[in-house]
């Protein structure tokens, strides 16, 4: 069973805006005051990159230069969730979104640094 589990992806036109959301699967699974929370995303023959990341304790914020400005990355330490508002979408940010867990802060936009995955939501915008 995968830790994380995604929510809110689907079909938009492009210009549109959709939220994803990631919760913990499992109740003992622990996000910990020191981890990052980060949304990745990989598209049809393209290598997985990072989008976006939160880290739990002082809610400082990361993004791709790409997302800058339309997504916003959010947690809930109430729900322990993490959510990707994303606005003013374009048809080449059609992907699998995933959610993951990172240790610390450190390399925070490097994949393999990450701990815990969900299975992913699929993204697709129209033109």
């Known amino acids: 069973q995968v830790p994380l589990i995604e929510s809110g992806g689907g079909l938009v036109q492009a210009g549109g805006s959709l939220g994803l959301t990631c919760t913990p699967s499992e109740r003992n699974f622990v996000i910990y005051a020191n981890n990052l929370m980060a949304w990745f995303r990989q598209a049809p023959g393209k290598e997985r990159e990072f989008v976006a990341g939160?880290?739990?304790?002082?809610?400082?914020?990361y993004y791709a230069d790409s997302v800058k400005g339309r997504f916003t990355i959010s947690r809930d330490a109430a729900t322990d969730s993490v959510s990707l508002q994303m606005n003013s979408l374009k048809p080449e940010n059609t992907a699998v979104y995933y959610c993951?867990?990172?240790?610390?802060?450190?390399?925070?936009?490097?994949?393999?640094?990450?701990?815990?995955w969900g299975q992913g939501t699929q993204v697709t915008v129209s033109s």
């Open positions: 993951a867990r990172k240790a610390d802060a450190y390399g925070w936009n490097d994949g393999s640094k990450y701990d815990s």
């Open positions: 939160v880290t739990w304790r002082n809610n400082k914020k």
